[in-house]
């Protein structure tokens, strides 16, 4: 996929999956601008803050400071960061609570995940 219009990007979304990571460049309605795939959860082991980093250089280099949302098995015991698990149904709030945020956008690296909510 190419690049529609850096300008209209809002936020970055990724599917960080076992076998491979997908990230798009979003619009403000959730729309794909542009698609970068890279490694799963099991390849990036230790890596995953400079692989988000390499993979959305560009994205952010032209957008600068952009939001991302990450699901998938970042939050797992082989992910970036282990997020607990939430009995299922859970209310917005509850998941609010155990969200966990990356520092700075650009140095995620050197950044450690703080819990928000």
Known sequence: ???????????????????NLRLTLCDAE???????????AAESRGKHAEIFD???AE??????????????MVGSTIGWREVP???????PSAISATT???????????NPMRKIG
């Open 85 to 91: 698990y939430l009995k299922c149904p859970a209310r």
């Open 30 to 40: 959730g729309q794909a601008l542009d698609v970068r795939k890279g490694p799963g």
């Open 59 to 72: 994205w952010r280099c032209a957008n600068g400071a952009l939001p991302a949302v990450l699901s998938g």
């Open 1 to 19: 996929m190419s690049l529609v219009s850096k300008d209209l990007a809002a936020f970055i979304a990724g599917d960080w999956g076992t076998s």
């Open 100 to 110: 966990l945020m990356a520092g700075s956008p650009f140095n995620t690296s050197h």
């Open 54 to 56: 390499t993979l959305s």
